[in-house]
């Protein structure tokens, strides 16, 4: 077996602190290749195909190396990280956004001419827009149900409307039914798989075939059972993971891959400090915590209001902030910082990789 089965890149001689301006996102990869072979080792566990979801990295590099790992193909948002990923090779994608919009619709098809894409849809509206824009084409386009089991975001309600939308798929051209799928709400992972077992169920007995049951999320993927029914999962969180999932109890400290790395630029008071990332680096999101992250170094501090450029830093300790102080971030939710910034800086521990550019960055279409 090889050395680098992920065929990720080797530290350079350099140090980062040495390289990296602030702010700047770190992505350490010596914790990537232990997040990716963590996620498959569970997902084989469970007996289920791997399909990780690429908006949290937006990286072709690390979906080559999920892909390298095990994982049967990628999950893409939008489009536009479908193309980017079809553009680096990647010949399996299913996008779990409703596709609405001619000109959308436009690009999906000629994406499927492609890559082996799949898509999905929680209505006659969406599935009569697919239809037309494949009804024609070279082959069918698969298509899954997405079902609401507790997110309350899309998706249908009942398993029963889940099988009246999979009769529509299988009568309608160029589409072929392939199964059902969920985002579950945080907590509910093992009543989500029950949910779409049931539906499943139903759809078989009508006699149409269901080749996929997926269902995701990193903050259940850890405690899940195994479910016979379950084909495939789709995490995404999981290969950076964040402070989000450290206070879920998915992992721990030393398992976030990307920090946020920063600069003291201001301690005009005792107890206070003021550092260059704000909302155009680090997320908003609370997720029901206090405070915009974790500081790495100082476990004494709170970073507790953000402005654009600006972040505000309190602490307890006796230790003061000294302008020029370099400061790492767990941000509380790593997806979104990787649509922030342009390129993040690649490393292990505290050796430089390189910089790496985000090349589905803003593909939000």
């Excluded at 589409?175 to 059902?180: D, I, S």
């Excluded at 830093?313 to 342009?342: F, K, T, W």
């Amino acid at each position: 077996m090889s050395d680098n089965p992920l065929k990720l890149p080797a530290a350079g001689a350099l140090r980062w602190r040495e390289v990296v301006e602030t702010p700047a996102v770190l992505i350490d990869l010596d914790v990537v290749e232990r997040n990716i072979r963590r996620c498959q080792d569970q997902c084989d566990r469970l007996g289920v195909a791997i399909r990780p979801h690429i908006k949290t990295h937006k990286l072709p590099l690390l979906a080559h190396a999920q892909l390298a790992a095990g994982a049967i193909g990628i999950t893409a948002q939008k489009i536009g990280e479908a193309e980017v990923m079809a553009n680096e090779g990647i010949d399996d994608i299913l996008i779990t956004f409703n596709i609405v919009g001619e000109r959308k619709l436009e690009r999906l098809r000629r994406l499927a001419e492609r890559c082996r894409l799949s898509v999905v849809a929680d209505s006659a509206s969406v599935i009569e827009g697919l239809a037309r824009a494949f009804a024609n084409a070279s082959s069918e386009i698969d298509v899954l149900v997405e079902c609401d089991t507790g997110m309350h975001r899309c998706g249908v309600l009942t398993p029963e409307e889940a099988l009246n939308l999979a009769r529509l798929i299988s009568d309608s051209p160029g589409l072929r039914f392939a199964g059902v799928m969920t985002y579950p709400a945080p907590g509910q992972g093992n009543a989500a798989c029950e949910w779409l077992d049931h539906a499943a169920r139903l759809i078989r007995e009508a006699g149409i075939e269901t080749r996929t049951v997926s269902s995701g999320g990193t903050p259940d993927l850890y405690a899940m059972k195994r479910h016979t029914s379950l084909s495939e999962y789709r995490p995404g969180s999981y290969i950076y993971n964040d402070r989000s999932l450290v206070n879920a109890g998915a992992c721990g400290v030393e398992d976030c891959a990307l920090t946020v790395l920063t600069t003291v630029i201001s301690a005009p008071a005792d107890g206070r400090a003021i550092v260059d990332a704000g909302t155009k680096v680090l997320t908003s999101d609370l997720f029901g915590m206090s405070g915009y992250g974790m500081v790495l170094e100082r476990p004494d501090c709170a970073v507790i209001s953000l402005n654009e450029e600006h972040g505000r830093i309190e602490y307890a300790g006796e230790q003061a902030s000294v302008v020029g102080e370099l400061l790492r971030i767990v941000p509380n939710h790593a997806c979104v910082v990787s649509n922030m910034v342009d390129s993040v800086h690649l490393v292990r521990g505290d050796y430089y990789v390189r910089a790496e550019p985000v090349a589905a960055r803003g593909r939000i279409t």
